[in-house]
């Protein structure tokens, strides 16, 4: 969606922000609330203090360096970093700036940066096509939230294809610190497993995949003339057997969302598992 420079498509803007902002905050209370506590852990263990060796502790946490300075056995305290670092990855290509996958995937990135504030969290966004569109850094605050979500919604890409692959090569590239990472995107694309596997090793990836069923399922004794959104290209469509499936892009590890669905469910299914570690 697109915006002018006038005064009523600011107010149109300040409007969407709003209604958006009040529905995600919603959705981040509901869904979210002590399941986003519970399943996204923190980066790990950071050094919080030095204090005497006493009976019992851990040898390996001796801090030889003080030990031989003080000429007493010192070990190092170290305690659980709570702090998440959270990047929303959103694929912004043609096939997902219809008006339905672009309110449920904005209503979705609000939800996620709002959880990721109310929880102390930095947040940061990516959007990409086949070219890296926009970068959004680590921040915290409301404020911070609301400009990912104005940005999206102003937002007008200069590619209309899908590159998964090049998103996330150059997100491994800029960001090597382990990072909670939600990939957004319909999934249209191929050759992106083996970046994904790369970036898997450093950082928690957790795939959401944004679907329209009426696109994926046509009804038998029918021929159709498609058009892809992304490239132009056309191509008919003879079905008269059975009806066709072409939701072949189902995540076993990440979270389907459809819309006009209860997507809510869906994601409050994938958190209790427990999935994020």
Known sequence: MNFDNSNESKK??????????????IL??????????????????EFADIRRYAPGDD???????????????YVKEFVEERELSVFILVDVSASNRFKD?????TELVGSLAFSANKNGDRVGSLFFS?????????KKGKKHALSIIENLLILNPAGRKTDIANA???????FKRRSVVFLISDFLDDGYEKELKILSRRHEIIPVRIGDRKFESLPKGA????????????????????????????????????????????????????RVR
Do not use: P
């Open 59 to 73: 040898v390996k946490k001796i801090d030889w360096k003080v030990t031989a300075k003080q000429r007493r056995a």
């Open 28 to 45: 981040s209370d509901n869904i979210f609330a002590g399941q986003y506590h519970s399943c996204l852990k923190g980066n790990g263990m």
């Open 223 to 274: 021929i159709f003339t498609l058009e892809d959104s992304e490239t132009g290209e056309q191509i008919v469509v003879e079905n008269y057997k059975s009806t066709s499936d072409f939701n072949i892009n189902n995540l076993k590890d990440g979270i389907n969302l459809y819309v006009g669905e209860d997507y809510i469910k869906e994601i409050s299914r994938f958190f209790c598992r427990g």
């Open 12 to 25: 149109e803007l300040l409007r969407r922000i709003k209604d958006i902002e009040i529905k995600a905050t």
């Open 101 to 105: 996958k672009l309110e449920l995937i």
């Open 130 to 138: 086949d070219e890296i569109e926009k970068i959004i850094t680590l």
């Open 168 to 174: 996330l090569r150059y997100f491994g590239k800029m």
